[in-house]
């Protein structure tokens, strides 16, 4: 069965380093999206992507954010300057379309602890 | 603003029991709800989703939801708890009418764990 994959599944970096978190979608899906969960909290939605560009973002999702697809499969989500309340888990998801009666498919995570 | 409230974090329940986890929301138009499940080192997986029609909708692994408007409610239900359903449990709500259900909201989760 297709999957979303995420790599690697834990990354520790330290504050003020870049970080880039590698999500491969599963291929035919058009709709890109990063989640993460800080420990303890709610699940967040950071983004959405679609037809290379960003079509939603959060709050969060500020200047230090950002993501692209570089090579038609893979997804990533680029962390510059880390600091050490971006440690979290980030999920990656994809969807075949934008519509709600579409399932969006998650990865397993990757956990990103800033030390 | 739309929001999501698993007011039970940690639920433990013998195997062979019946399981209902709570989940709330705040919305203010007909709201698309769903039930993820994490199992440990795995992603999210969708256990059901509500849109419209029957308010009681079923879903994969014997799970079931029934939602009620008039308690803004969306509890999750199953019969007899096996020990494979340990994991962690996500409600959410679609965030924009006509959003896709990649821009969710969702809880903060409930924690199963199943007494053999």
């Known amino acids: 069965e297709p999957e979303v994959t995420q790599t690697p599944s834990h990354q520790v970096t330290q504050m003020g380093q870049e970080v880039i978190l590698r999500c491969v979608p599963i291929s035919n899906h058009l709709y890109f999206y990063w989640y993460r969960q800080i420990l303890g909290q709610k699940v967040e939605f950071l983004v959405s992507?679609?037809?290379?560009?960003?079509?939603?973002k959060s709050e969060i999702f500020d200047d230090q954010f950002s993501v692209e697809r570089p090579d038609g499969s893979n997804f990533t989500l680029k962390i510059r300057s880390t600091k050490l309340e971006d440690s979290a888990m980030y999920f990656c998801?994809?969807?075949?379309?934008?519509?709600?009666?579409?399932?969006?498919?998650f990865g397993q995570g990757t956990r990103l602890t800033v030390v | 603003a739309q929001s999501v409230t698993q007011p039970d974090i940690h639920i433990t329940v013998s195997e062979g029991a019946s399981l209902e986890l709570r989940c709330n929301y705040s919305?203010?138009?007909?709201?698309?709800l769903f039930w993820y499940v994490q199992s440990p080192g795995q992603g999210l997986q969708l256990l059901l989703k509500?849109?419209?029609?029957?308010?009681l909708v079923q879903g994969i692994k014997g799970f079931e939801a029934e939602f009620k408007r008039s308690q803004s409610s969306f509890n999750l239900r199953k019969p007899s708890v096996h020990w494979s359903d340990a994991a962690e449990y996500f409600c959410?709500?679609?965030?924009?009418?006509?959003?896709?259900?990649?821009?969710?909201?969702f809880g903060k989760g409930t924690k199963l764990s199943v007494k053999p």
């Open positions: 919305y203010g138009a007909t709201p698309y």
């Open positions: 959410a709500v679609a965030m924009n009418y006509g959003g896709s259900q990649g821009n969710l909201i």
């Open positions: 998801a994809s969807s075949e379309s934008g519509q709600l009666n579409t399932e969006a498919f």
């Open positions: 992507f679609y037809n290379n560009e960003i079509s939603e």
């Open positions: 509500y849109f419209s029609g029957d308010t």
